[in-house]
């Protein structure tokens, strides 16, 4: 186990609606990424936070956002789901190195 | 754009064989690549990694290869075993980005006992 938690483990929303996901990073860890891993794929890097400030974004949409807390704790929004954004969130802690350490994920399902 | 191709989508092999995963990237800025096992329902676990300066790591039955002007590498698993059955991914990142990982696409790897 990693120490990375996340929560919840799945969900089941609707087109349009909006979803907050929540994960808790290992004690020590200052750095905080998510990942989008759609059936069959590998993750998709979706942002980063260090420090509470973003850094780093991959190629999604500004309907993803985020947010780190100063005990480290991350979210991850997403507005007006679209069917496409059905897949595993990934959330990876890290002490600002290579190194991540990632959680269980969530479950997403937009119907 | 593809930045990390992985090679085979699947991969059986029999128990005490050689598993062998092969990754190519294209960025040569790219100096940090980890593997990681991933088991369904689970996040993905690093196995091991490797950085430019080396051509090979090992770690027990888990090696690393790695092949700098051909910019490939890959994951050997030797004595392969039925829990090793899983989906790896290999994975690139630039050190000064502090961790955006580039992962392949994944290898489903199932070891018959």
């Known amino acids: 186990e990693t120490g990375v938690t996340q929560s919840p483990t799945h969900l089941i929303k609707t087109r349009g609606q909006q979803v907050t996901l929540r994960c808790s990073s290992q004690s020590g860890h200052n750095t905080v990424s998510w990942y989008q891993q759609a059936l069959g794929q590998g993750p998709q890097f979706i942002f980063q936070?260090?420090?509470?400030?973003?850094?780093g974004r991959g190629n999604f949409p500004p309907r993803f956002s985020g947010l780190q807390f100063p005990n480290y704790s991350s979210e991850l929004n997403v507005n007006a789901l679209e069917l496409d954004d059905s897949a595993l969130y990934l959330c990876a802690s890290s002490p600002y190195t290579d190194t991540q350490y990632f959680g269980p994920g969530t479950r997403l399902t937009v119907l | 754009q593809q930045q990390v191709k992985q090679s085979p989508q699947s991969l059986i092999v029999q128990k005490g064989g050689i598993s062998i995963i092969n990754c190519a990237y294209e960025n040569t800025a790219f100096d940090y690549f980890p593997w990681y096992q991933q088991f369904p329902g689970k996040g993905p676990a690093l196995l091991i990694a490797i950085r430019p300066d080396v051509s090979e790591k090992k770690e027990g039955r888990f090696t690393i290869s790695f092949n700098k002007s051909a910019k490939q590498f890959s994951l050997h698993i030797m004595d392969s075993q039925p829990g090793d059955s899983a989906t790896y991914f290999c994975?690139?990142?630039?050190?000064?980005?502090?961790?955006?990982?580039?992962f392949g696409q994944g290898t489903e790897l199932s070891v018959k006992p």
């Open positions: 994975a690139a990142s630039k050190d000064n980005q502090g961790g955006k990982l580039i």
């Open positions: 936070y260090y420090r509470e400030e973003e850094n």
